[in-house]
C-alpha cells in the first residue's frame, strides 16, 4: 500500500513488470532488468524457468474440468455393474462383462485418486502463493507459464541487444582507427617527387614561380 507494510504481491502482478519502462529507453522494461539480473547473479533462476514444461502443459488444462469427465467414466460403469448384480443377468454377458468390469473399476479408482491428489496439490499451491481459493487451476498456472516464456524471452532480448552493441563499438572502433590513420597522412608533410609537384603547382598557381623566373632572367641567369 501507499502506506508500506507490503508483505509480498499476487501473480497477476507479474503480467504488469513489462509495463513499467525505463524513463531513458521505453525499450528497456522492468522485465528486461529481472531477466538481466537473474541471468548475471541467478543463473540458476533462469534455468529453472527453461524447465517450466510442466506448467506449460498444466496451463492446458482445467482440474475441475478433468474431475468432471473422471466422476462422468465411473457414472458411465455404474449400470453395467448393476446388471451384473441383478439377478436377471444371463451368464453370457457374465462372463463377457464381468472380467472386464473389474478391470475398469481398478483403472477408475486409480483415475479417482490421482485427480483427488491433482485437486488438492493445487490448493496447497493457492495457499502457498495466497491466492484466492476459488482461483482455476487453468488461470494460476497460465499466469506462472505466461511470466517464464516473457522471462526466457527478455533474456534472449538482452542477449541481442548485448551482441548487437558490442558490434556496433567494433565498428565505430575500427571506424575511428582508420579515420586517425587517414588524418596522419594527410597532414604528414610532403616529400619527395610528389610534394616537389604540389610545391612546383601551388607556386604556377599564385604566379611565384614567374616572378621567380622573371627575376633570374633580369639578373641574366640561365633557366632551362
Given at each position: 500500500?501507499?502506506l508500506?507494510q507490503?508483505?509480498g504481491?499476487k501473480l ?6 513489462a509495463d513499467v519502462?525505463?524513463p531513458?529507453?521505453s525499450?528497456?522494461?522492468?522485465l528486461?532488468?529481472l531477466?538481466?539480473?537473474m541471468s548475471e547473479?541467478h543463473k540458476e ?5 527453461k524447465?517450466?514444461?510442466s506448467?506449460?502443459d498444466?496451463?492446458?488444462e482445467?482440474?475441475s474440468?478433468?474431475?468432471k469427465e473422471?466422476l ?9 455393474q448393476k446388471?451384473?448384480e ?10 463377457a462383462?464381468?472380467e472386464w468390469v ?12 490421482k485427480n483427488?491428489?491433482a ?8 495457499i ?5 481459493p476459488?482461483?482455476?487451476s487453468?488461470?494460476?498456472f497460465?499466469?506462472?507459464s ?7 524471452q527478455a ?5 541481442k541487444?548485448k ?14 582507427i ?9 597532414s604528414a608533410p610532403?616529400?619527395?617527387p610528389?610534394g616537389?609537384?604540389?610545391s612546383?603547382m601551388a607556386?604556377m598557381?599564385?604566379g611565384v614561380?614567374f616572378l621567380?623566373?622573371t627575376k633570374?632572367v ?6 632551362e
Amino acid at each position: 500500500t501507499k502506506l508500506g507494510q507490503t508483505h509480498g504481491f499476487k501473480l497477476q502482478s507479474l503480467a504488469k513488470i513489462a509495463d513499467v519502462k525505463s524513463p531513458k529507453n521505453s525499450s528497456i522494461t522492468l522485465l528486461n532488468y529481472l531477466a538481466e539480473i537473474m541471468s548475471e547473479q541467478h543463473k540458476e533462476y533462469i534455468e529453472c524457468v527453461k524447465e517450466f514444461n510442466s506448467v506449460h502443459d498444466a496451463a492446458r488444462e482445467s482440474t475441475s474440468e478433468i474431475g468432471k469427465e473422471v466422476l462422468q467414466i465411473a457414472n458411465g460403469i455404474v449400470p453395467i455393474q448393476k446388471q451384473l448384480e441383478s439377478a436377471s443377468c444371463d451368464n453370457a454377458f457374465s462372463k463377457a462383462m464381468g472380467e472386464w468390469v473389474t478391470t475398469a473399476s481398478n483403472i477408475i479408482e486409480q483415475l479417482k485418486t490421482k485427480n483427488t491428489q491433482a485437486q488438492d496439490g493445487v490448493k496447497d499451491l493457492l495457499i502457498l502463493f495466497a491466492e484466492p481459493p476459488n482461483t482455476k487451476s487453468e488461470d494460476f498456472f497460465g499466469l506462472l507459464s505466461s511470466f517464464a516464456s516473457s522471462i526466457e524471452q527478455a533474456a534472449f532480448t538482452n542477449s541481442k541487444r548485448k551482441a548487437e552493441a558490442a558490434s556496433k563499438e567494433k565498428k565505430s572502433l575500427a571506424k575511428s582507427i582508420k579515420t586517425s590513420k587517414d588524418e596522419k597522412v594527410i597532414s604528414a608533410p610532403s616529400s619527395g617527387p610528389v610534394g616537389d609537384y604540389e610545391s612546383f603547382m601551388a607556386n604556377m598557381k599564385s604566379g611565384v614561380s614567374f616572378l621567380e623566373r622573371t627575376k633570374k632572367v633580369n639578373q641574366g641567369e640561365k633557366t632551362e
